[in-house]
T-cell receptor
Framework: SQQGEEDPQALSIQEGENATMNCSYKTSINNLQWYRQNSGRGLVHLILIRSNEREKHSGRLRVTLDTSKKSSSLLITASRAADTASYFCATALSNFGNEKLTFGTGTRLTIIP | GAVVSQHPSWVICKSGTSVKIECRSLDFQATTMFWYRQFPKQSLMLMATSNEGSKATYEQGVEKDKFLINHASLTLSTLTVTSAHPEDSSFYIC???????????FGDGTRLSIL
Protein backbone atom coordinates (compact mmCIF):
# COMPACT_ATOMS: atom_id res chain seq x y z
CA SER A 1 0.00 0.00 0.00
CA GLN A 2 1.18 3.50 -0.75
CA GLN A 3 -0.50 4.89 2.34
CA GLY A 4 1.82 7.02 4.40
CA GLU A 5 2.48 6.53 8.04
CA GLU A 6 2.50 9.58 10.23
CA ASP A 7 4.32 10.01 13.45
CA PRO A 8 3.29 10.77 16.10
CA GLN A 9 -0.36 9.72 15.98
CA ALA A 10 -1.15 12.34 18.59
CA LEU A 11 0.75 15.34 19.90
CA SER A 12 -0.08 17.78 22.71
CA ILE A 13 2.03 20.88 23.25
CA GLN A 14 1.78 24.22 25.00
CA GLU A 15 0.77 27.25 23.02
CA GLY A 16 3.82 28.99 21.65
CA GLU A 17 5.88 25.82 21.27
CA ASN A 18 6.82 24.30 17.94
CA ALA A 19 5.11 21.17 16.63
CA THR A 20 6.79 18.68 14.33
CA MET A 21 5.00 15.91 12.46
CA ASN A 22 6.62 13.28 10.28
CA CYS A 23 5.35 11.32 7.32
CA SER A 24 6.86 8.29 5.61
CA TYR A 25 5.74 6.70 2.36
CA LYS A 26 6.66 3.75 0.21
CA THR A 27 7.01 4.54 -3.49
CA SER A 28 8.12 7.31 -5.83
CA ILE A 29 5.87 10.34 -5.88
CA ASN A 30 5.08 13.39 -8.02
CA ASN A 31 4.61 15.62 -5.02
CA LEU A 32 3.64 15.52 -1.37
CA GLN A 33 0.96 17.67 0.19
CA TRP A 34 -0.01 18.52 3.73
CA TYR A 35 -3.59 19.16 4.77
CA ARG A 36 -5.32 20.18 7.98
CA GLN A 37 -8.71 18.92 9.11
CA ASN A 38 -10.71 20.44 11.89
CA SER A 39 -13.09 18.04 13.62
CA GLY A 40 -16.05 17.12 11.45
CA ARG A 41 -14.97 19.33 8.57
CA GLY A 42 -13.30 19.00 5.21
CA LEU A 43 -9.59 19.36 4.59
CA VAL A 44 -7.68 22.54 4.06
CA HIS A 45 -4.60 22.51 1.87
CA LEU A 46 -1.46 23.79 3.60
CA ILE A 47 1.58 23.18 1.42
CA LEU A 48 2.55 21.25 -1.71
CA ILE A 49 6.18 20.24 -2.16
CA ARG A 50 7.35 18.73 -5.41
CA SER A 51 9.62 15.74 -5.64
CA ASN A 52 12.56 17.90 -6.78
CA GLU A 53 12.20 20.30 -3.85
CA ARG A 54 13.75 19.77 -0.44
CA GLU A 55 12.19 22.49 1.68
CA LYS A 56 9.31 24.89 1.51
CA HIS A 57 7.96 27.60 3.78
CA SER A 58 4.57 29.21 4.17
CA GLY A 59 4.09 31.58 7.09
CA ARG A 60 4.62 29.57 10.27
CA LEU A 61 4.82 26.31 8.34
CA ARG A 62 7.97 24.62 7.15
CA VAL A 63 7.92 21.39 5.15
CA THR A 64 10.89 19.24 4.25
CA LEU A 65 11.06 16.37 1.82
CA ASP A 66 13.71 13.67 1.66
CA THR A 67 12.98 11.47 -1.33
CA SER A 68 15.93 9.19 -0.57
CA LYS A 69 14.38 8.32 2.78
CA LYS A 70 10.82 8.66 1.47
CA SER A 71 9.91 10.96 4.30
CA SER A 72 8.60 14.45 4.95
CA SER A 73 8.15 16.62 7.98
CA LEU A 74 5.83 19.48 8.82
CA LEU A 75 6.95 22.04 11.37
CA ILE A 76 4.52 24.54 12.85
CA THR A 77 6.31 27.28 14.71
CA ALA A 78 4.91 29.40 17.54
CA SER A 79 1.79 27.26 17.80
CA ARG A 80 -1.61 28.76 18.54
CA ALA A 81 -4.78 27.28 19.98
CA ALA A 82 -6.35 27.58 16.52
CA ASP A 83 -3.76 25.11 15.19
CA THR A 84 -5.54 22.32 17.06
CA ALA A 85 -6.60 19.90 14.31
CA SER A 86 -5.63 16.69 12.54
CA TYR A 87 -2.84 16.98 10.02
CA PHE A 88 -2.48 14.63 7.07
CA CYS A 89 0.26 14.15 4.56
CA ALA A 90 -0.81 12.98 1.12
CA THR A 91 1.37 11.63 -1.65
CA ALA A 92 0.50 12.33 -5.25
CA LEU A 93 1.15 9.60 -7.76
CA SER A 94 0.26 9.36 -11.42
CA ASN A 95 -2.01 6.51 -12.31
CA PHE A 96 -3.00 5.82 -15.92
CA GLY A 97 -2.88 9.48 -16.89
CA ASN A 98 -4.54 10.69 -13.75
CA GLU A 99 -3.02 11.80 -10.48
CA LYS A 100 -4.52 10.82 -7.16
CA LEU A 101 -3.67 11.41 -3.53
CA THR A 102 -3.05 8.75 -0.94
CA PHE A 103 -3.43 10.06 2.57
CA GLY A 104 -1.38 9.18 5.59
CA THR A 105 -2.79 8.08 8.90
CA GLY A 106 -2.76 11.59 10.34
CA THR A 107 -1.48 13.34 13.45
CA ARG A 108 -3.94 14.76 15.95
CA LEU A 109 -2.41 17.97 17.27
CA THR A 110 -3.70 19.60 20.43
CA ILE A 111 -2.44 23.02 21.47
CA ILE A 112 -2.89 23.70 25.16
CA PRO A 113 -3.61 27.38 25.89
CA GLY B 1 -10.67 31.54 -4.06
CA ALA B 2 -10.93 27.79 -4.77
CA VAL B 3 -14.12 27.13 -2.84
CA VAL B 4 -15.86 23.78 -2.97
CA SER B 5 -19.40 23.50 -1.67
CA GLN B 6 -20.77 20.13 -0.60
CA HIS B 7 -24.43 19.54 0.14
CA PRO B 8 -26.06 18.29 2.28
CA SER B 9 -23.78 18.49 5.27
CA TRP B 10 -25.79 15.96 7.22
CA VAL B 11 -28.42 13.43 6.32
CA ILE B 12 -30.26 10.73 8.23
CA CYS B 13 -32.43 8.29 6.35
CA LYS B 14 -33.95 4.85 6.51
CA SER B 15 -32.29 1.73 5.22
CA GLY B 16 -33.05 1.15 1.55
CA THR B 17 -33.19 4.83 0.66
CA SER B 18 -30.97 6.32 -2.04
CA VAL B 19 -29.08 9.46 -1.08
CA LYS B 20 -27.55 12.02 -3.42
CA ILE B 21 -24.64 14.23 -2.38
CA GLU B 22 -23.63 17.23 -4.48
CA CYS B 23 -20.19 18.72 -4.84
CA ARG B 24 -19.78 22.08 -6.56
CA SER B 25 -16.70 24.13 -7.36
CA LEU B 26 -17.86 27.72 -6.92
CA ASP B 27 -15.07 29.81 -8.41
CA PHE B 28 -13.02 27.51 -10.61
CA GLN B 29 -13.49 24.81 -13.20
CA ALA B 30 -12.90 21.38 -11.75
CA THR B 31 -11.64 19.10 -14.46
CA THR B 32 -11.28 16.36 -11.88
CA MET B 33 -13.30 15.65 -8.78
CA PHE B 34 -12.65 13.05 -6.12
CA TRP B 35 -14.86 11.28 -3.62
CA TYR B 36 -13.50 10.05 -0.32
CA ARG B 37 -14.89 8.18 2.63
CA GLN B 38 -13.66 8.70 6.17
CA PHE B 39 -14.43 6.60 9.23
CA PRO B 40 -14.18 8.14 12.72
CA LYS B 41 -10.64 9.09 13.67
CA GLN B 42 -9.26 7.50 10.53
CA SER B 43 -7.71 8.72 7.33
CA LEU B 44 -9.45 9.46 4.04
CA MET B 45 -9.94 6.58 1.66
CA LEU B 46 -10.33 7.45 -2.01
CA MET B 47 -13.48 5.93 -3.48
CA ALA B 48 -13.39 7.22 -7.03
CA THR B 49 -11.99 9.81 -9.40
CA SER B 50 -14.22 11.53 -11.90
CA ASN B 51 -13.25 13.62 -14.90
CA GLU B 52 -15.83 15.90 -16.47
CA GLY B 53 -17.72 14.12 -19.20
CA SER B 54 -16.16 10.73 -18.51
CA LYS B 55 -17.09 7.70 -16.47
CA ALA B 56 -15.70 7.66 -12.97
CA THR B 57 -12.72 5.49 -12.09
CA TYR B 58 -13.42 3.50 -8.96
CA GLU B 59 -10.85 2.26 -6.47
CA GLN B 60 -10.53 -1.43 -5.85
CA GLY B 61 -13.24 -2.70 -3.56
CA VAL B 62 -15.67 0.16 -4.20
CA GLU B 63 -18.95 -1.00 -5.78
CA LYS B 64 -19.70 1.25 -8.74
CA ASP B 65 -23.34 0.16 -8.80
CA LYS B 66 -23.66 1.09 -5.15
CA PHE B 67 -21.92 4.45 -5.38
CA LEU B 68 -23.02 6.18 -8.56
CA ILE B 69 -20.92 9.15 -9.59
CA ASN B 70 -21.86 11.72 -12.20
CA HIS B 71 -19.62 14.58 -13.29
CA ALA B 72 -21.76 16.25 -15.92
CA SER B 73 -20.21 19.70 -15.81
CA LEU B 74 -16.96 21.40 -14.87
CA THR B 75 -18.49 22.62 -11.63
CA LEU B 76 -20.70 19.79 -10.42
CA SER B 77 -20.24 16.18 -9.41
CA THR B 78 -22.76 14.03 -7.59
CA LEU B 79 -22.43 10.86 -5.55
CA THR B 80 -25.53 8.75 -5.13
CA VAL B 81 -25.49 6.03 -2.51
CA THR B 82 -28.09 3.60 -3.79
CA SER B 83 -30.20 1.46 -1.48
CA ALA B 84 -28.18 2.62 1.49
CA HIS B 85 -27.70 0.34 4.48
CA PRO B 86 -26.34 1.01 7.98
CA GLU B 87 -22.85 -0.09 6.94
CA ASP B 88 -22.82 2.80 4.44
CA SER B 89 -22.99 5.26 7.32
CA SER B 90 -19.86 7.37 7.15
CA PHE B 91 -18.41 10.79 6.45
CA TYR B 92 -18.17 11.41 2.70
CA ILE B 93 -15.92 14.18 1.41
CA CYS B 94 -15.49 15.48 -2.11
CA UNK B 95 -12.60 17.44 -3.53
CA UNK B 96 -11.94 19.19 -6.79
CA UNK B 97 -8.88 20.12 -8.77
CA UNK B 98 -8.40 22.22 -11.89
CA UNK B 99 -5.06 20.82 -13.03
CA UNK B 100 -2.79 17.88 -12.40
CA UNK B 101 -0.15 18.38 -9.70
CA UNK B 102 -2.16 21.15 -8.10
CA UNK B 103 -3.75 20.98 -4.64
CA UNK B 104 -7.17 19.50 -4.20
CA UNK B 105 -9.82 21.73 -2.68
CA PHE B 106 -12.20 20.00 -0.33
CA GLY B 107 -15.84 20.36 0.54
CA ASP B 108 -16.90 20.30 4.18
CA GLY B 109 -18.14 16.74 3.96
CA THR B 110 -21.47 14.98 4.37
CA ARG B 111 -22.22 12.92 7.43
CA LEU B 112 -24.49 10.11 6.34
CA SER B 113 -26.38 8.07 8.93
CA ILE B 114 -28.52 5.16 7.79
CA LEU B 115 -30.99 3.84 10.33
Amino acid sequence: SQQGEEDPQALSIQEGENATMNCSYKTSINNLQWYRQNSGRGLVHLILIRSNEREKHSGRLRVTLDTSKKSSSLLITASRAADTASYFCATALSNFGNEKLTFGTGTRLTIIP
Amino acid sequence: GAVVSQHPSWVICKSGTSVKIECRSLDFQATTMFWYRQFPKQSLMLMATSNEGSKATYEQGVEKDKFLINHASLTLSTLTVTSAHPEDSSFYICSARDRVSQPQHFGDGTRLSIL
